[in-house]
């Protein structure tokens, strides 16, 4: 019982934020010291291109937790598909003036071979063996782009998105931004639409049962290679589709920004942030992650705080110090992540409501006699 109560609080929950996140762009809202764009109004463009950040690494992140939180796979590799979806889409718009389908099944055909050819040889080794074969992967597409082979990627200065091919809905990261936050809001309705189905089906719960006992598998004849394969794959097309729409949102692609170690321990921190293997958490996870991440940089950047003392000063100056000590503390003091803490405050109040009041007692006794 305590179980139905939680989803469909959990369903009215996600209802009712998807109608408020989506009529959001109308809402021409002025707050103060809450939103994270320079503008403190709800539908400037910088905030609806932060918040359209939050969705697409909302997206990642489900995608990443359906490899890691559902079927315990630690990759340090999904930044090698998000770059690649990001750089072969913005190669095949800006170099080849290719149209946009076109350029996005090419996009999602090379991810696809990528992620087929590379998952078949990380997944021959388990464990950490797996985390650092996927590690060199990512590494080694990094240094292929700094390299600029052939003049296409544009080295460490990356390269912007020419709009020419594009509709006129998507040309203009500035221009069409509420246009763009709908599409990234969009990417994260359709990623937790399929995460959702893959989870709920029989194939989820044999992820389930690798990540929980892979020899147990074995011997009930079930090949766990096929299943973790499948995994890494659409793991690795979700992160190539957030690449897509990356490069459509901020309108250029720069090796640091896509391909670094750093996006990679990102989404792995927005996970175990927000709860692995819970769908809901990895969302709630890098959206917070994300929001935090850009809400300090304005702060940091406020003139005020140039007169604090140095013991606030200093902290507020670094906003990656700031994140990281969140993320620790939420390790040590918040099992299960943002997810785990939501479900146990939901479960407490369902036994608290549950239980009859010292009144209620009281008037049985009375009833007893």
Known sequence: MTSFLSRRRGVVAGVLALLVFGVLPLVSLHVPWVLPGTVD??????????????????????????????????SL???????????????AVTRWNWPLVPA????????LVLALILGAIALRVDGIAFAMVTLAFAQAFYFLIENNPHNLTGGDTGLA???????????GAVSNTRNLYWIALAFLIVTF???????????????VAIRENERRLDVLGIRPFRFKLASFVLSSLTAAAGGVVYVLVIGTAVPSAVASTTVTISILIMVVLGGAG??????????????LQQYLLKVS???SFTTLPAFLRVPL?????????????????????????IGRLGAKRDTNLSRPRWRNLRVVKELKK
């Open 104 to 111: 996005l099944a090419l996009t999602a055909g090379v991810a």
């Open 41 to 74: 109004v709800v539908n400037s463009t910088g905030t609806l291109e932060v918040l359209a950040l939050c969705f697409m690494f909302a997206g990642v992140a489900l995608g990443y937790d359906l490899m890691f939180g559902f079927t315990g796979l630690l």
């Open 317 to 341: 100056s670094q906003p990656q110090f700031l994140l990281g000590a969140i993320f620790v503390l939420f390790v040590l003091f918040v099992p299960g992540g943002l997810a785990g803490m």
């Open 301 to 303: 950047a406020e003139p």
């Open 193 to 207: 639409a399929v995460v959702w189905l893959v989870t709920e089906s029989v194939t989820g719960h044999v992820f």
């Open 161 to 171: 998105l020419s709009d020419l091919r594009l509709p006129s809905l998507l040309s």
């Open 278 to 291: 819970t769908r809901w958490g990895a969302v709630i996870g890098a959206m917070v992650y994300v929001y």
């Open 77 to 91: 590799g999904p930044v090698l598909y998000f770059a690649a979806g990001a750089y072969v889409f913005d190669i």
